[in-house]
């Protein structure tokens, strides 16, 4: 019973009283090709870290994984003896639950792990106690516990004449092995060099720090079991392990600052452009104020490669790497690797595609150009480029520090803030730098030269707030109920600001909460919007001129044209978050607070007003002559992205909310009044004979029709879309109507158009 309980103590991440140093780890013995490891007695039973990471990898797959990456989580392990035999047997099933709780010897009866494979003990080291098995032909084949590409990526069956494995490094607590594969007879010859490793984890896991709904980590699940009552989930977050040194925590406790026992060092490899690296340390090095608020120096720590240095291994499990990865992606990354029992950060990385200054580029002219005249160069300073970058860096490395995105952050400043020199200077243009705000398009021509900032913050005090409630060093604690009070303390002094306030990503056409979507400024999104339309308008007036006088080419205008008619629409469509929005707020529900409120029935009407306008004329800027001279006629993008603006009025992610909007006693916006609004500016707004005026009333028209349509409605969602369908129909019959009467009118030059109108709904009652 005893040996049952202590490998269930593992499986639960419960707290043992053994240190690391006195479990050693395994040997490698080398003969010739053959590859032999020594797993000593006292290492059986004990948790280990096995995962893998690409070294170099053929083309055919370079689209998506690249050198460096570590795609799939490493697994936990353990190794056991079962007679003439060493066994892997793989972990992934970890609860919460009392040892002395009746309830935990069933449950482990029914929890016990196989092996995933096995080895013979090809001899005894009795001296050491250690059994030898032969891995040579184990790392020799995929390792399919660690293999770190899916299935589909590889081409062809495995040619084991041309696989070999390159060398095995031992160290303290881990071993790296790295093989080389070749496949064969698919369409493409397919070569992969992997490098895996076995980590010995600390028996004592971190101490687990429950999740808050508040701040938004990273989160690590676990079941929580106790007998007589119901199967709960706790949910802790990931983080890395920032403790003071032993000697150093009375000083610390007193409120001193003392160095981490672990810090966390970055590298950065040698791929970024010089001038860039001074920029990237800021970016990891920023963080460092927020570690200081709660006591600790020198938490972060960039370095370059280190100079001829043969142990230095930029793909060990332990060495944290800014990666360059030189494929035409646009994109950055930040990536953590976690103890699974504790959600404790092994391993944390940044990926840098090669593109993304390109995206970052083009954010900065869509979003600037008309207030800053070095935003319309065709390659940025210096400057510019390092402060682009450090920001881009500092985000990601928020999330390598187990933080989430904050949507929240961008609506908690007042749009008029944004327009301030003093308020920007300090702030910039979010609370927070894990928000998707980007550059500040609330600033008008000639708020730069006020000092009127453009930027992100370099930390923003939500920021600040994340790092103190996931590192706090709380004294004494033992098991994560300990920690509550200090951590809930830290609510109760920021509660009352905004600016502290956290909502999570959510990956929708159009958010359900206009207080958290990316991309937008302020605390008003119709204003902030209207700013920044008119700022998207200067720039498309000036847009050839500007980029020829830079000396661009009609490429360039052309990928500048296209940048700023997706941000053009992009500005309207973040507005029709107010139309049947609802704020939604996180955390413990106070007694003087609702969790959920709707957006006011007139804010939604004047949102609807807005959108329609703007709708009506983004052709003017968008479809210039001066477009069709030089990079030929847009009309067909235009006409798409109008049309799929008109779509957002009546598709299935606004009809619902408005519909439950109006639940909202007092605020909503009616199904039937929201409709009846949206037909009324329709008519009244897209009056002209023009293109875009007779596509948005065509698309309007159809979708209309085609909500009447009951035939295909099924599913869980049948009574909700049946009420849509009735609402829809009453207008339509008055849509109807008003275009039978247009019809009829002899001197209107648009008969025929309302008479197509009226075929698309022929089949109505």
């Not at 957002?648 to 009846?676: D, K, T």
Request: charged fraction near 25%; proline fraction near 6%.
């Amino acid at each position: 019973m005893v040996k049952k309980i202590s490998l269930f103590l593992l499986l639960m991440g419960c707290m043992l009283n053994i240190s690391l140093a006195e479990s050693p780890f395994i040997k490698v013995h080398k003969a010739g090709k053959n590859y032999k490891f020594e797993i000593p007695d006292a290492l059986l039973g004990k948790p280990v870290l096995f995962g893998s990471r690409v070294v170099d990898i053929s083309t055919p797959s370079a689209k998506v994984y690249s050198a460096g990456q570590m795609r799939r989580p490493p697994v936990l392990i353990r190794f056991a003896r079962r007679d003439n035999l060493i066994v892997i047997e793989h972990l992934d099933n970890f609860v919460d639950v009392d040892p002395h709780d009746p309830i935990y010897e069933p449950l482990s009866q029914n929890m016990i792990v196989g092996a995933t494979d096995y080895f013979e003990i090809a001899s005894r080291n009795d001296t050491d106690n250690g059994s030898l098995i032969d891995v040579t032909r184990y790392f020799s084949d995929e390792v399919q516990l660690a293999w770190p590409l899916p299935d589909n990526v590889r081409k062809g069956r495995l040619d084991s004449k041309l696989t070999h494995l390159l060398f095995m490094r031992e160290h303290d607590d881990r071993i790296n092995i790295r093989t080389y594969y070749e496949f064969s007879g698919g369409k493409d010859p397919f070569a992969i060099t992997v490098q895996y490793f076995l980590l010995q984890l600390p028996e004592e896991p971190l101490l687990t720090r429950y999740n808050d709904e508040r701040i938004g980590y990273q989160s690590v699940n676990k079941r929580a079991y106790a007998s007589g009552q119901g199967i709960v989930t706790n949910r802790y977050i990931s983080r890395w392990r920032i403790e003071p040194a032993a000697e150093d925590r009375d000083r610390h406790a007193r409120g001193e600052l003392v160095k981490p026992v672990q810090p966390i060092i970055m590298y950065i490899e040698p791929y970024f452009p010089a001038a860039w690296v001074p920029y990237i340390k800021e970016g990891i090095e920023v963080w460092n104020r927020a570690f200081e608020t709660i006591g600790f120096k020198n938490v972060m720590q960039a370095r370059e490669f280190p100079e001829n240095d043969p142990d230095f291994d930029p793909y060990d499990i332990k060495t944290n790497v800014i990666r360059y990865i030189p494929l035409n992606e646009a994109n950055a990354a930040g990536q953590t690797w976690t103890d699974p029992r504790s959600g404790e950060i092994i391993n944390g990385e940044v990926l840098w595609w090669n593109d993304v200054v390109n995206l970052l580029n083009m954010w900065r002219f869509t979003q600037t150009a008309a207030v800053d005249p070095r935003a319309r160069a065709l390659e940025y300073d210096i400057d510019i480029t390092g402060e682009m970058v450090r920001y881009a860096m500092a985000h990601e490395v928020g999330h390598v520090l187990g933080i989430q995105h904050n949507l929240r952050s961008s609506y908690a400043f007042a749009v008029d803030s944004l327009r301030s020199p003093s308020f920007t200077q300090q702030y910039g243009t979010a609370a927070s730098i894990m928000d998707y705000a980007r550059y500040n398009h609330v600033a008008q021509p000639g708020d730069l030269e006020k000092g009127v900032n453009l930027t992100p913050p370099e930390l923003g005090p939500f920021d600040v707030f994340s790092i103190q409630y996931g590192y706090l060093y709380v004294h004494g604690a033992q098991k994560p109920d300990d920690e509550k009070a200090a951590l809930d303390s830290l609510f109760a002094t920021s509660a009352a600001e905004l600016n502290y306030d956290f909502a999570p990503f959510i990956a929708v056409p159009i958010s359900p909460d206009p207080s958290a979507q990316p991309q937008s400024l302020g605390n008003d999104v119709v204003r902030s919007s209207g700013y920044g339309i008119a700022n998207t308008r200067v720039i498309l007036n000036n847009l050839v001129d500007w980029t020829l006088e830079e000396g661009g080419d009609m490429a360039l205008i052309n990928r500048r044209y296209d940048a700023l008619l997706r941000q053009y629409f992009r500005f309207i469509n973040l507005s029709m978050s107010y139309v049947g929005g609802v704020y939604t707020s996180y955390g413990p529900l106070p007694n003087n607070l609702q969790r959920h409120v709707a957006v006011d029935r007139q804010k939604q009407k004047e949102t609807l007003e807005f959108v329609v306008r703007q709708i009506k004329e983004a052709p003017v800027y968008l479809d210039q002559p001066v477009f069709t001279s030089t990079i030929g006629s847009r009309k067909d993008a235009v006409i798409r992205s109008q049309a799929q603006q008109v779509e957002s009025f009546l598709n299935r992610f606004i009809l619902p909310r408005v519909l439950n909007n109006h639940a909202f006693e007092g605020e909503g916006y009616s199904l039937e009044e929201y409709l009846s609004d949206l037909d009324r500016l329709i008519w009244d707004t897209f009056g002209t004979e023009s293109l875009y005026d007779r596509n948005v009333r065509i698309t309007y028209v159809r979708l209309l029709y085609e909500l009447t349509v009951t035939d295909e409605i099924s599913g869980s969602f049948q009574a909700q879309e049946m009420l849509i369908a009735e609402a829809a129909s009453s207008q339509l019959q008055q849509t109807k109507q008003y275009l039978e009467r247009q019809s009829r009118r002899r001197k209107n030059p648009a008969r025929h158009h309302y008479t197509f109108l009226l075929s698309i709904i022929q089949n109505t009652n």
